[in-house]
């Protein structure tokens, strides 16, 4: 057979030509898929609805659809218990809260004592300072200008009029008077000092001022005093005593305290001092 017409030939053609099984495979390679005429077996190009040789009509491929990712679950926990609490579980309980509950109480108890321990008392020219009240205190009521007083009842009454009252303490004595005077509180407290008895009252010395001086509500002044106090069987005895004045609503009152001097154990040397900051305190100013 001549070169020229070797392309004409059947079998050369059917040689040249792609066989219908590589067909199928190159398409399959490719990832489209091959229909043929289910009437004449003709090969169906993709997406055609008839058969190009016989015109037979060809159903739709079905779209695939990629199934949806599942992720996996994770595992349960295992469970290393019954779920109950044991016996020893509550007893190991119990023995932390008992254990806390000493700690919290060695913790507060040296606390107080660190608080306390630093504290340094007052000694010289303290003013009157908060104390616990005087219990069941009995009292006296100033007829002529309205103030009250109120005083330990272990204390006595030596006398009272309607402007004042002298009291025996325990450890010395304690009077409250009251009067209508403008002089200045200064003038009144040194007028206190010139009327106690020169034969009694010896070696009268100004010891300090006391701050922060006050008669219930009203400020003052007041001083703190030494002396030599003559008794009935002429032995002098070493003293201190506090004058504190204040006025209000045109009144004013002189209170004054004294103490058989103890230097030692209480700050200004007078061991009833604070008593007599909590008379101070309860004193009740009257109607003027």
């Not at 040249?16 to 495979?25: M, T, V, W």
């Not at 200064?186 to 001022?209: E, G, K, N």
Request: with cysteine; hydrophobic share 40%; glycine share 10%.
């Amino acid at each position: 057979m001549p070169p020229d017409r070797a392309h004409h030939a059947v079998l050369p053609g059917l040689r040249c030509g792609p066989r219908r099984g590589q067909a199928d495979a190159d398409a399959f390679g490719r990832g489209v898929i091959v229909r043929f005429c289910g009437n004449c077996g003709a090969q169906i190009p993709p997406g055609a609805p008839f058969c190009g040789r016989c015109g037979a009509p060809q159903a739709p491929l079905p779209v695939a659809t990629m199934p949806a990712y599942a992720y996996p679950s994770a595992p349960g926990r295992p469970r290393t218990g019954s779920g109950r609490i044991s016996s020893s579980q509550i007893m190991v309980a119990a023995g932390l809260l008992i254990i806390l509950s000493v700690v919290t109480v060695a913790v507060s108890s040296f606390a107080v004592s660190q608080v306390l321990g630093t504290h340094k008392p007052c000694t010289s020219n303290c003013g009157a300072r908060i104390v616990t009240p005087l219990p069941a205190p009995a009292s006296y009521k100033s007829s002529a200008y309205g103030f009250e007083v109120e005083y330990n009842p272990n204390w006595t009454v030596r006398n009272q009029d309607a402007q004042s009252v002298t009291l025996a303490t325990k450890l010395g004595l304690l009077s409250v008077v009251g009067a209508r005077s403008g002089q200045p509180l200064d003038q009144v407290m040194q007028a206190a000092i010139s009327a106690l008895p020169t034969s009694q009252w010896q070696d009268v010395a100004h010891v300090s001022d006391l701050k922060g001086a006050h008669i219930g509500d009203q400020d003052g002044v007041g001083a703190v005093y030494s002396a030599n106090l003559v008794g009935s069987n002429a032995t002098a005895a070493k003293v201190r005593f506090v004058i504190i004045a204040a006025t209000k609503n045109g009144v004013t009152v002189v209170i004054f305290g004294a103490n058989t001097a103890d230097l030692k154990n209480y700050p200004n040397g007078i061991p009833e001092g604070e008593q007599f900051d909590a008379l101070c305190q309860q004193f009740q100013w009257g109607f003027g």
